[in-house]
């Protein structure tokens, strides 16, 4: 009878001492969760006082969901911050043309305005009016595509005939600005399987930027190999740095902090969107002062 006092007091005892123990391991990790509450960008994580497993490995899973929120914490504050930044470049970027339109919209209701200069005018306004309507197809093309509201129509195309045409219609343009252009396209068709209109965009979206930042000199190559078609677009340029390549395809990149109005920075974002989802690779890199996008298309 004795023993089975003793034993029974004896587990009584390590029961109270187990259970003091776990009620202060609760006590300091209810107090530890309220200091990680209250900085919330503080990195600590729970830290158990006792060797006991299951608290241990109770922990463990709370640490994990901890880490897990911080880093969504994290992201949601860097987006955040990139729609606020966005909405600054959108309003900025359509404000720019539409404060030129209005100002020349006074000086053709200035009675001392000639009629010659209000013709003028209108000519100035109509640009700005065109490159306004140009910054809001862009917003609202990237809007369809990031919302997968961008149809695709594949159908067997020659790449080459298709880049043909494109760069033909801006040849007056390089010739304006003075840029010596270099064209080259195997005379071996290169089919692929795309969207002919996207296929298109995409082609006048490059050679756009390249008119924008060539400084002298404009490349353009069309060629297969290890059964991709490649086509690279390339120029010299006096304003990129080395550093910029990463950020070349983001939205809203346009290497100007001024944002002058002549860009939205979405042109090659666009570009990038539609040649990934027609299956197609895009690539940016600087060598030798030469700045190249290169696409890579599966041959049919």
Not at 23 to 46: G, Y
Not at 254 to 265: A, I, L, P
Request: hydrophobic fraction near 35%; charge should be negative.
């Amino acid at each position: 009878m004795l023993y089975i006092i003793i034993g029974l007091s004896v587990l009584c005892i390590y029961f109270a001492v187990r259970f003091i123990i776990l009620s202060r391991s609760i006590q300091n990790t209810a107090e530890q969760m309220e200091e990680i509450q209250a900085i919330k960008d503080s990195n600590r994580i729970l830290k158990a006082i006792s060797t006991d497993k299951p608290m241990e490995k109770l922990l463990q899973r709370i640490n994990i969901l901890y880490d897990s929120g911080q880093r969504e914490r994290i992201q949601y504050q860097r987006r955040e911050t990139q729609i606020r930044k966005e909405i600054e470049n959108i309003s900025h970027d359509l404000r720019t043309p539409l404060t030129s339109i209005m100002g020349y919209v006074d000086l053709i209701q200035d009675p001392l305005s000639t009629e010659v200069e209000k013709e003028e005018y209108l000519n100035i306004i109509y640009k700005r009016a065109k490159v306004l309507q140009g910054f809001i197809e862009d917003f609202y093309e990237l809007s369809r595509m990031e919302g997968e509201e961008y149809p695709v129509h594949y159908e067997i195309i020659s790449a080459g005939t298709i880049l043909k045409e494109v760069v033909v219609s801006y040849y007056q343009q390089f010739e304006k600005k003075g840029i010596q252009v270099d064209i080259q396209i195997e005379e071996k068709p290169c089919y692929i399987i795309a969207d002919k209109i996207q296929l298109n965009r995409i082609f006048n979206n490059l050679i756009q930027n390249a008119l924008k930042y060539t400084k002298s000199f404009f490349r353009l190559k069309l060629y297969s190999a290890e059964e991709e078609c490649i086509i690279l677009f390339q120029n010299d340029h006096n304003l990129l740095k080395d550093d910029e390549i990463e950020h070349i395809f983001d939205r809203f990149y346009t290497g100007d902090e001024t944002r002058n109005g002549q860009s939205t920075g979405l042109g090659l974002t666009i570009a990038k969107l539609l040649t990934e989802n027609m299956k197609g690779k895009i690539s940016a890199k600087i060598k030798d002062n030469l700045f190249t996008i290169e696409i890579n298309w599966k041959i049919k």
